[in-house]
């Protein structure tokens, strides 16, 4: 199986960019993120007629995730247990989706940005992460041998080496020890971040304003985690730099692991 995440930043606006990648790339399930609509937005029948079957969960003109497989789609669940709401009054928004696709159960996640370290943002998307994390653990501890990929847009660069300059970053978010340490604590619930292996050194953002890309001032903030019986089987990952080009791209790029 060929297992790809992307931010897509608009689905409708990207559409036929993401079918020609689903094609080329011979990728058997696409987690999305960021579509940007609501469910009957979605242009589904597209990826129907291009053999896909599509999840999606999408609420308004923000947020919105979804997945897309050829290989079978079952067992769809919007949220995953505890998942934090926001906003006064509080409510959903529409970050994860869950779905199962040939064995393989697949999450599509939008971590929440945080805005400032000051923001009350900042601290919805910790409390977000320790959720998630409480859930993810929770499903190994029910089954060990399961196989579960958590992939997505984190909004955390874990590593110095994944932004293009640290002192850009002094006292902002994405960066944040705190955040790091969420974002380590998946390890600890089992959890192995799979692309960095094969490809150690690589962003998957540019900001489209003050010629981010062309000066490849990236962040490296799109990853894969594998639950120990699926780490077990990737054998391959792979970062499509070359989605940040053309016409209308997304500010981020797929991310793509083979499963053997």
């Known amino acids: 199986m060929r297992l790809a995440t992307w931010n897509v930043n608009s689905i409708r606006t990207r559409v036929d960019r993401v079918l020609a990648f689903l094609e080329g790339s011979g990728t058997d399930v696409l987690a999305m993120q960021e579509t940007k609509c609501r469910d009957d937005q979605f242009p589904a029948l597209a990826?129907?007629?291009?053999?896909?079957?599509?999840?999606?969960?999408?609420?308004?003109?923000?947020?919105?995730?979804?997945?897309?497989s050829r290989v079978g789609l079952e067992e769809i669940e919007?949220?995953?247990p505890g998942m934090p709401t926001w906003g006064e009054p509080a409510a959903a928004e529409a970050?994860?989706?869950?779905?199962?696709?040939d064995g393989v159960r697949v999450?599509?996640?939008?971590?929440?940005?945080?805005?400032?370290?000051?923001?009350?943002?900042?601290?919805?998307?910790?409390?977000?992460?320790?959720?998630?994390?409480?859930?993810?653990?929770?499903?190994?501890?029910?089954d060990p041998d399961a196989e579960v990929a958590l992939v997505g847009d984190w909004n955390i660069a874990p590593l110095d080496t994944d932004v293009w300059d640290m002192s850009v970053f002094e006292g902002a978010t994405h960066v944040s020890e705190p955040e790091r340490a969420a974002f380590r604590a998946l390890e600890d619930a089992g959890f192995a971040e799979v692309t960095r292996t094969f490809v150690p050194q690589q962003y998957t953002y540019w900001d489209y304003q003050r010629l981010r890309f062309p000066r490849n001032e990236g962040m490296r903030i799109d990853f894969v985690h594998a639950s120990p019986e699926l780490?077990?089987?990737?054998?391959?990952?792979?970062?499509?730099?070359?989605?940040?080009?053309?016409?209308?791209?997304?500010?981020?790029?797929?991310?793509?692991?083979?499963?053997?």
């Open 78 to 80: 919007i949220g995953f």
């Open 107 to 142: 999450w599509s996640l939008y971590v929440p940005n945080g805005r400032t370290l000051e923001d009350p943002h900042y601290r919805y998307k910790l409390e977000w992460l320790a959720a998630l994390r409480a859930a993810a653990g929770g499903w190994l501890a029910a």
């Open 95 to 101: 970050r994860a989706i869950g779905v199962t696709c």
């Open 231 to 260: 780490a077990a089987h990737v054998v391959g990952a792979a970062i499509h730099r070359d989605e940040r080009k053309g016409k209308a791209p997304s500010d981020h790029v797929p991310v793509v692991i083979d499963i053997e």
């Open 47 to 68: 990826f129907e007629a291009a053999g896909y079957e599509v999840a999606h969960h999408g609420l308004s003109q923000w947020n919105g995730v979804a997945v897309a």
